[in-house]
């Protein structure tokens, strides 16, 4: 009948694939873990974008049931079929899962950036997010309703593949165009703080790792074009994995910073401190009677209590 003879080394590489799946899932969960932890000793609880990124790695989890049960039902084989909803409920759950890392940072900035002229730009920013977000995940789900016309034989029904076409290059193109944005926000910051240029490009190097999320969104975009569905799947968990750690890394820096005694944050947003102030005393300031900071914002995580912004 024509039907592909798999060899054993396909379904070990399929396997193999399968527990990278398993891995890039919950391997975040370390950086979370830290982060958490972090954010509750400074400052005595969690903040939005943190649950947002506790929604993003539990689409993880959803995607990981989903993938797993795609993959028992032949994935790796070309000519398996699925339950009609499995591929748009994969996809969706992955949007949102990417889209939930990249408003936990969206929040994140514009909370650094309290009383500059920067929030009003972090706010058009989380507007916009939320708004292709929508529209994504609203494509996915009635580009081509009931899902069901997708995988029909009969030609009157069946969507035209225009649909596909045009729902692929607005994931590609959103996530990407996005991507660029979040990273490029932060310099925008960086570029106020008054510290050493060496310490700015350190800094700026934690944020720019996000440059390997947009490299996994193009290679995602290209293994998803080849129909390659297994690879599509392990690039997907992998660019994920990578977005949520690469957000947890600025709170995490601050537990291998030295000598944060230089520059210190005030209440609201990031103030000029004088720099013969004694930094401990500056801390106790800052903090209530059971040692808790006052301040919900984080870039004392981020910056350590390391550097102001310039007037």
């Known amino acids: 009948m024509g039907e592909i003879d798999y060899s054993k080394d396909n379904g070990d590489n399929n396997i193999q694939q399968v527990i990278g799946w398993y891995i890039c899932t919950f391997v975040p969960v370390i950086f979370l873990g830290l982060r958490f932890w972090i954010r509750i000793k400074r400052f005595g609880k969690l903040l939005l974008d943190d649950y947002l990124l506790m929604v993003a790695w539990s689409g993880m989890v959803v995607d990981l049931g989903i993938q797993h049960n795609m993959w028992k039902n032949g994935m790796g084989n070309p000519h398996a079929t699925f339950h009609d909803i499995l591929i748009p409920a994969g996809s969706s759950v992955y949007i949102i899962s990417l889209w939930m890392v990249k408003l936990s940072l969206a929040v994140f900035y514009r909370r650094v950036a309290s009383r500059t002229k920067l929030q009003t730009l972090y706010n058009i920013l989380i507007a916009f997010l939320i708004a292709t977000l929508c529209a994504v995940v609203g494509a996915i789900v009635f580009a081509c309703f009931p899902v069901s016309r997708k995988y029909t034989t009969d030609p009157k029904k069946k969507c035209p593949p225009s649909v596909d076409q045009g729902l692929y290059w607005l994931m590609v193109l959103t996530n ?136």
Request: with cysteine; hydrophobic share 45%.
């Open 176 to 311: 990407i165009f996005t991507d660029t944005l979040i990273l490029a926000l932060p310099w925008s910051i960086i570029a106020t703080l008054r510290m050493p240029l060496r310490q700015k490009l350190g800094l700026g190097g934690v944020f720019a790792l996000g440059i390997i999320v947009i490299i996994a969104s193009i290679v995602r975009a290209v293994l998803s074009h080849r129909n390659e569905t297994m690879l599509t799947c392990t690039v997907s968990m992998a660019e994920t994995a990578i977005a949520i750690i690469a957000t947890c890394l600025p709170a995490i820096r601050t537990l291998v910073m030295r000598d944060p005694s230089t520059f210190a944050r005030s209440g609201e947003g990031l103030q000029p401190s004088g720099p013969s102030e004694d930094y401990e005393l500056r801390r106790a300031k800052m903090k209530n009677k059971n040692g808790v900071s006052t301040n919900d914002s984080d870039e004392e995580l981020v910056l350590g209590g390391t550097a102001a912004t310039k007037d």
